[in-house]
C-alpha cells in the first residue's frame, strides 16, 4: 500500500502562480486574525475537515516569511484557536499592512485587513512554495527515530472516531488489515463507497486517502489531540490515560450519561439486562489495569485471559482450589445481584415507555433508593468475601510465585507470558462454565490487587454508575465469543453526543440541555458533597479491604463497615439513578418521530458489521435477556423480579 507514497495527494483546484498570490494580498480586504469569525462561517467542503499538523503550519509558514519578509515581517508566536469541531493554527503580523496567515480545515489563508481568504490546500501550497519540500508525505510523522509503529488498537480508535465525525467519507469499512513495510508496520481500512477511501497508521502516523494518493495527517499523538481531546488514549509516554480527574470530568460525564440515554431509549429490556461481570466487586483495581495497558490491549477479549491465565498457571493446588471454593460459594449470591437489578430495569423501562400504574405520577425516589441499597449490600459481601480469600492467597505465595508476579508488574499485554487456555486446561477442564467464569474473574483480581494501589482500586470508569440502561450491551454485544475482539474504547463519548450535542443532527439544543443538565444533578452524589459521596465512599471500602492484606484479625469489624458502607453507597447511586431515568424519559417522549428513525438507525449502524474473517453480525435487537454476559435460556426464572414492579411507583 505504501510503497507507492512519493507526493501528498492531489486535490484539483486552480493553480495560484505566487505573483498572483501577492497581487491578491494588496488587493484584499481583510482583518487581523484577531477575528476568526470569517473564518468560522466558511464551512468544509468536499474532503473531510481534516486540521493540518501544527509542525506543518509552521513549516509553511516560515518558508512564506522568509520568501516574502515586505508582507510578512514581526510576526508573533504560532496560535492554536479551536473553531467549531476544526482547529486553526495562525500568525498575526505587527506591520503596516497587518498581514495574517493561517491553516484551518486543511487549507492556507491569509488576511489584510477585513477577510480570510482560502489560497488553496495545504498539499497546493507546499508544492508551489516549497517545491514539495516543506514535509513529505512519506516523512511526516516520523520525525525522530525510531518510527515506532502504531498499535492496533490505536489504529481501531483512531479510525472509528473519523468514521463517526466522517460518515460520508469513510462509510462500509472492510476489517483493519495489517501490512509490513521494512521495519515499519502499517494498520489501515478500505471503505466500499464511490471515494474508494481508506484509512491507515503507519510510521506514528495518521493517513487518510479520498482516491487520489495517501496523505499525511500528523502524528498519532497529535491526531489523539486534535480529533479526540486527548481521550482516544494516552500520549505515547507512559503516564496513565484514564483517571479519576477524567473519569469525573464534566465532558465524559456528559457523554456517558447520554449514551445510556440512547442504549435506553433505543433498545429493550432485554439490552438493559448485559451486564460485564468484572463491574461487580470492582475494588481490586482491574478497571484501571485494562484502561491504562500501555499495549492498549485493555478492552481486547483477550486481556482478561491472559492475566488471568497467567495467575492460573502458578498457582498451587491449594491456591486454585480456594478459587473455586468460593466461586461455588458465591455462586447464588452473584446470581441474586444479577436477577434483582431486573425490577429495576424493568421499572425505568415502563417510565419511558410511559406504563406507569394508576396513581402514581412516576418513579419514587425513596423506592428506587431502597432497591439500589439492597443490591449495594449484596455487592458490598461479595466485595469483602473476595478481598479476604485474596488476602489469604497472597499470605501462602512463595517467592517464586511472587517474583512472577512482579515481573509482570508496571507492564502490558504484549509483554505478559502468553499462557495459553491448553497449559491451564488441567485445573479449569472440569469447572461448569459459570464456576469457570468465577474462577477467571478472581484470579484476574488477584493480579491486578497485588499489582495496583488504593488509587487504582478506587478507580471507576465513567459508564460505572449509569449501568441499567442498555449501554454496555451496544459496547459489548458484538465481543461476546469472539476472542481477541477489540471493543471501541471511544464509543460511549462519539455516539453519547448524539444525544448531548445538538450540532451533530439528532436532538435540539433544549433536548440536549435537558441530557446535559444530569451532570450537575448528579454531582454532590458522585464526588462533591462533603457529607456522603461515592467517590469517598469507595475510598474509605477500599482502605478497608486492602487493610487485610496486612492482617485478617479483625476482618468481622472491616466487614461491619464495608457493609454499612456499602448501604450508602446504594442510596447514593439509585438517587441518580432515579434522576438519570426521569430526564431519558422527558427527553424521549419529546422526540419526534424522525429523531426516533434517526436514533434507532445510529444504533444500527454501531451494532451491526463484519468480522475479521469476513463474517456479517447484528445485534441491533437483543433477542434474550442476560444474567450479567450469559444469555437467560429459563424465563420463568425472572417471573418473581418482573411480573409486578409497582412497588417502585410508590412510597415504600
Known amino acids: 500500500m505504501f510503497r507507492q507514497i512519493t507526493h501528498p495527494i492531489d486535490i484539483p483546484l486552480e493553480r495560484h502562480e505566487k505573483i498572483a498570490f501577492i497581487i491578491m494580498l494588496i488587493l484584499a480586504l481583510s482583518a487581523m486574525l484577531g477575528n476568526q469569525a470569517a ?56 506591520n503596516g499592512s497587518s498581514v495574517g496567515l493561517a491553516s484551518f480545515q486543511g487549507g492556507l489563508w491569509y488576511a489584510l485587513d477585513g477577510t480570510w481568504i482560502k489560497y488553496g490546500t495545504l498539499d497546493e501550497a507546499n508544492r508551489l512554495f516549497c517545491n514539495g519540500a516543506c514535509w513529505t508525505s512519506a516523512s511526516a510523522g516520523c520525525s525522530a527515530a525510531p518510527c515506532v509503529s502504531p498499535s492496533l488498537n490505536q489504529s481501531k480508535i483512531l479510525f472509528e472516531k473519523i468514521e463517526w465525525l466522517y460518515p460520508q467519507y469513510f462509510s462500509s469499512p472492510t476489517a483493519t488489515q495489517t501490512q509490513q513495510f521494512g521495519n515499519d508496520t502499517a494498520h489501515n481500512r478500505s471503505y466500499a463507497n464511490a471515494l474508494s477511501a481508506g484509512l491507515a497508521t503507519y510510521k506514528g502516523g495518521l493517513w487518510y486517502n479520498l482516491g487520489g494518493g495517501w496523505v499525511n495527517y500528523s502524528t498519532l499523538d497529535d491526531a489523539n489531540k486534535l480529533l479526540c481531546n486527548g481521550d482516544c488514549w494516552g500520549s505515547t509516554a507512559t503516564t496513565p490515560s484514564f483517571t479519576m480527574e477524567q473519569t469525573l470530568s464534566d465532558e465524559a460525564q456528559r457523554t456517558t450519561l447520554a449514551f445510556a440515554g440512547l442504549a435506553l431509549m433505543t433498545g429493550n429490556l432485554e439490552a438493559q439486562s448485559f451486564f460485564p461481570p468484572g463491574k461487580v466487586a470492582d475494588y481490586t483495581g482491574f478497571q484501571h489495569l485494562r484502561d491504562n495497558d500501555p499495549d492498549h490491549m485493555g478492552h481486547n477479549t483477550s486481556f482478561l485471559t491472559r492475566v488471568a491465565n497467567n495467575v492460573i498457571y502458578i498457582l498451587n493446588d491449594s491456591q486454585f482450589n480456594q478459587l473455586k471454593t468460593l466461586a461455588v460459594a458465591q455462586q447464588e449470591a452473584n446470581n441474586l445481584y444479577g436477577y434483582q437489578r431486573f425490577p429495576l430495569m424493568k421499572a425505568f423501562r415502563r417510565l419511558v415507555d410511559g406504563d406507569i400504574p394508576l396513581g402514581s405520577a412516576g418513579l419514587n425516589l425513596n423506592a428506587v433508593k431502597k432497591a439500589s441499597r439492597a443490591l449495594y449490600l449484596i455487592d458490598g459481601q461479595i466485595s469483602f468475601d473476595r478481598a479476604l480469600l485474596y488476602a489469604n492467597i497472597f499470605s501462602s505465595m512463595d517467592a517464586t510465585q511472587k517474583a512472577y508476579l512482579d515481573a509482570m508488574k508496571g507492564k502490558g499485554w504484549n509483554s505478559w507470558p502468553d499462557i495459553t487456555n491448553d497449559q491451564v486446561q488441567s485445573k479449569m477442564k472440569a469447572l461448569p462454565q459459570g464456576t469457570a467464569v468465577a474462577v477467571m474473574t478472581y484470579a484476574s483480581d488477584l493480579f491486578s490487587w497485588y499489582a495496583g494501589s488504593v488509587e487504582a482500586d478506587v478507580y471507576f470508569c465513567p459508564e460505572r454508575h449509569g449501568t441499567y440502561f442498555g449501554s454496555f450491551y451496544i459496547k459489548d454485544a458484538p465481543a461476546i465469543g469472539h476472542e481477541g475482539y477489540g471493543i471501541n474504547e471511544q464509543l460511549t463519548a462519539t455516539a453519547g453526543a448524539a444525544l448531548s450535542d445538538s450540532a451533530k443532527g439528532y436532538v435540539t439544543p433544549a433536548q440536549a440541555a435537558l441530557m446535559a443538565g444530569l451532570v450537575d444533578a448528579q454531582r454532590n452524589n458522585l464526588y462533591a458533597s462533603p457529607s456522603a459521596n461515592i467517590v469517598k465512599i469507595r475510598t474509605d471500602i477500599a482502605l478497608l479491604l486492602r487493610s487485610l492484606l496486612a492482617s485478617t484479625a479483625t476482618a468481622n469489624d472491616i466487614k461491619a463497615q464495608v457493609l454499612a ?86 412510597e415504600p
Open 565 to 650: 458502607l456499602s448501604a450508602t453507597y446504594g442510596e447514593l447511586d439509585g438517587e441518580n439513578n432515579y434522576t438519570y431515568a426521569t430526564v431519558y424519559a422527558q427527553v424521549y417522549q419529546s422526540l419526534s418521530s424522525d429523531q426516533v428513525i434517526k436514533l434507532a438507525d445510529l444504533r444500527h449502524s454501531i451494532l451491526s458489521g463484519t468480522y475479521a474473517d469476513g463474517t456479517p453480525y447484528d445485534y441491533t435487537v437483543a433477542t434474550a435477556p442476560y444474567l450479567y454476559s450469559a444469555a437467560i435460556k429459563d424465563l420463568s426464572l425472572l417471573a418473581p423480579y418482573v411480573a409486578n414492579t409497582d412497588y417502585l411507583f410508590f
Open 39 to 94: 473564518l468560522a462561517d466558511v464551512g468544509c467542503s468536499g474532503t473531510p475537515c481534516l486540521t493540518p499538523s501544527l509542525s506543518q503550519s509552521e513549516a509553511l509558514f516560515g518558508k512564506i516569511e522568509q520568501a516574502y519578509p515586505q508582507y510578512f515581517s514581526s510576526a508573533t508566536g504560532t496560535k492554536t484557536q479551536l473553531i467549531g469541531n476544526d482547529t486553526a493554527y495562525f500568525r498575526n503580523y505587527a
